[in-house]
């Protein structure tokens, strides 16, 4: 009895799996409206390591770091003055003349910094909101045209970096990535910043700059 029941068993598995392999089968082929099948081919893509290792994307934020520091050597001179007035304040008698006049430039001085302090934190918050608007929207364009060259018709993002085995928390967190497993040539990273720097032309220059990163 235990047999048979063990038999009946391993063929409604088999069934199940027979009719899983059907239904891949015929999701994987799917008749597009003229009738044709598709056959979905899936891709990958680090975005990150993209983002990371783009030269535009570089240069875009050294040039905003540049205008952050102007902006901090602004505002470190006007924290001098402040200072400064503080220090005068303390040459007058409080309620004198001169120490009111001091009060009343120190008040307007730090009125003065903190609305350029939040002024200059939303313009620096925009502009970097802009350059990662910029280069998302070039990268995702270049995805599009290759996976159109290539026949790709799913591009996913992924983590390609190896597993880190030293760190508890990042080795959890790479355990939990979505994408178990996949093939080499899936990966078109590489290729994507490859045409991303050939293409980019820095200011100043004609030609964009070469790469030898290949897929």
Do not use: W
């Not at 520091?69 to 001179?77: G, H, I, T």
């Amino acid at each position: 009895m235990k047999k048979f029941i063990a038999s009946v068993t391993c063929v409604a598995i088999a069934g199940c799996f027979a009719c899983f392999t059907e239904t891949v089968s015929a999701q994987g082929a799917a008749p597009a409206a003229g009738g044709t099948p598709v056959v979905h081919k899936v891709g990958l893509i680090d975005m990150a390591h993209v983002f990371k290792n783009y030269e535009k994307f570089t240069a875009l934020r050294e040039e905003l770091k540049e205008e952050i520091q102007q902006s901090d050597s602004k505002a470190k001179a006007m924290a001098e003055q402040i200072q400064a007035v503080q220090k005068e304040m303390q040459d007058f008698k409080q309620g004198s003349p001169e120490y009111l006049a001091r009060e009343k430039q120190l008040a307007q001085a730090a009125s003065d910094f903190e609305a350029f302090r939040k002024v200059a934190q939303r313009d620096f918050l925009r502009k970097e909101s802009r350059i990662y608007h910029t280069i998302y929207m070039e990268v995702t364009d270049t995805v599009k045209k290759y996976a159109k060259i290539y026949n790709y018709t799913l591009i996913m993002r992924f983590n390609r970096e190896s597993l880190d085995t030293d760190d508890p928390k990042k080795l959890i967190q790479g355990m939990n990535r979505q994408v178990v497993f996949h093939r080499a040539d899936d990966d078109i990273t590489l290729s994507v910043l490859d045409y991303l720097n050939r293409s980019y032309k820095p200011k100043g220059t004609a030609t964009g700059p070469k790469t030898s990163t290949q897929r």
